[in-house]
């Protein structure tokens, strides 16, 4: 929440001079330090826990989903500030 606070804080401060500020929250996501140790596969253990844990089934993000997120925030700066996107597989929902 930090994080959240600081960035709409910032956004009020400099928007006047054009500046947009925004935070981009995603889940787990599918990195090599999801991976074990010393290997490529995930043990499926750890996938049917994160799978039941999003109340979209899919284990976590892949890079591409976040880099999505980015591109809609930097597509028209002008409009969007203050912002938090939080991408997250529906678990956000929960939070809240």
Do not use: F
Request: proline letters at 9%; a negative charge.
């Amino acid at each position: 929440m930090g994080s959240h606070r600081l960035a709409k804080s910032v956004a009020l401060e400099v928007a006047k001079e054009g500046i947009t500020v925004n935070v981009i929250c995603p889940t787990t996501v599918q990195t090599p330090m999801v991976q074990p140790e010393g290997g490529d596969d995930v043990p499926d253990d750890l996938v049917r826990r994160m799978m039941k844990a999003n109340p979209i089934p899919q284990p976590w993000l892949a890079p591409e989903d976040v880099s999505r997120g980015l591109l809609y925030l930097v597509t028209d700066p002008g409009v969007i500030t203050g912002s938090v996107l939080e991408i997250g597989l529906g678990g956000s929902a929960r939070m809240h």
